[in-house]
């Protein structure tokens, strides 16, 4: 597609279920991001993953969250036992490799904990 | 620790007055600088990206410029219109995070009446 594409776009879950967040890179963008923007706040960096490389997984905030990334495309992040401080919009970016490039961000994925 | 502020954190003027939305940060040392724009329930579209190396950049109405070496940069609206009406978030990348982490200001909520 022609954009970061991220599914699904609304998700409301009950506290303590586990979720899982898609996210579809623009087709050759090596480098994939996860961001978290609580309502009302700024966004927070979650994890980064370029290329083959060691992902940078320094913002995540707790173990119940992880993120995979499949080869240079498709990425999900998972939350386990989900809490209701979770309720977010969960942003993925991607771009080229580099510091140069710029960043495009998806519409993201709106979670509720209930 | 970079940190990005962004004054005023909201604005509201009348459709067709020319505006300056103001960001700064605290370590001058940056690869770049993205100004991105958010409209309510929906993800970031970038608008500008300035290079460390560069003074400004433009795109149709919009001018943002980068003062690097005071930590400032400013987007100027010429023209504005109801269409405008979005939070304007500004973002640097930096070598502190590894260059591969955006750090955000809170954002200017603007709005513009028709």
């Known amino acids: 597609g022609a954009g970061v594409s991220q599914s699904p776009s609304n998700k409301v879950t009950e506290k303590g279920k586990d979720v899982e967040l898609r996210c579809d890179p623009i087709?050759?963008?090596?480098?994939l991001y996860w961001y978290r923007q609580r309502l009302g706040q700024g966004l927070e960096f979650l994890i980064y993953f370029q290329g083959n490389s060691a992902p940078d997984k320094s913002g995540l905030p707790s173990d119940r969250f992880s993120a995979e990334r499949t080869g240079e495309s498709v990425s999900t992040l998972t939350i386990q036992r989900t809490q209701q401080e979770d309720s977010a919009v969960y942003l993925c970016a991607s771009s080229k490799p580099g510091q140069g490039n710029t960043i495009y961000f998806g519409e993201g994925s709106w979670l509720t904990v209930v | 620790k970079q940190e990005v502020t962004q004054i005023p954190a909201a604005l509201s003027v009348p459709e067709g007055e020319n505006l300056v939305l103001n960001c700064s940060f605290t370590?001058?040392?940056?690869?770049?600088l993205q100004w991105f724009r958010q409209d309510p329930g929906k993800g970031l579209t970038s608008l500008l990206l300035i290079q460390s190396s560069q003074r400004e950049q433009t795109s149709g109405r919009l001018n943002a410029s980068l003062d690097k070496s005071s930590g400032r940069s400013t987007l100027y609206i010429a023209a504005s219109q109801p269409g405008d009406s979005a939070t304007y978030l500004c973002a640097v990348r930096d070598p502190t995070g590894g260059a591969q982490k955006l750090v955000f200001g809170q954002g200017t909520r603007l709005t513009i009446n028709p």
């Open positions: 087709s050759g963008h090596t480098a």
């Open positions: 370590d001058s040392a940056i690869y770049n």
